[in-house]
Nanobody, 114 residues
Framework: QVQLVESGGGLVQAEGSLRLSCVTS????????MNWYRQAPGKERELVAS????????SYIDSVKGRFTISRDNAERTLDLQMNNLTPEDTANYYC???????WGQGTQVTVSS
């Protein structure tokens, strides 16, 4: 049974930082590209960052480049997202996702106050 459990969200002031984590089980973590998505109220879910499974190549949406860093630990089966210099526009529920599958975690809420 695939499980993705996110944590690390919270309320932070603008310019602050948070580190999100996703603990996974039930699939071959090292064989998949992993993603972080987010969904703000009234908006569609958007892909924030991805990390390759064999060479750790990463990609980001333009709005978070230089501020967010995605990383993974294949031995621990965890996916992280370090978020720095947060802005109110980053407020959303953040989700861990296995590329190409319909598997999602329950999400962790990030709220950034101005």
């Amino acid at each position: 049974q695939v499980q993705l459990v996110e944590s690390g969200g919270g309320l932070v002031q603008a310019e602050g930082s948070l580190r999100l984590s996703c603990v996974t089980s039930g699939f071959s973590f090292e064989a998949y590209v992993m993603n972080w998505y987010r969904q703000a109220p009234g908006k569609e879910r958007e892909l924030v960052a991805s990390i390759n499974h064999h060479d750790d190549i990463t990609s980001y949406i333009d709005s978070v480049k230089g501020r967010f860093t995605i990383s993974r630990d294949n031995a621990e089966r965890t996916l992280d997202l370090q978020m720095n210099n947060l802005t109110p526009e980053d407020t959303a529920n953040y989700y861990c996702n296995i590329e190409g599958t319909g598997h999602w975690g329950q999400g962790t809420q990030v709220t950034v106050s101005s």
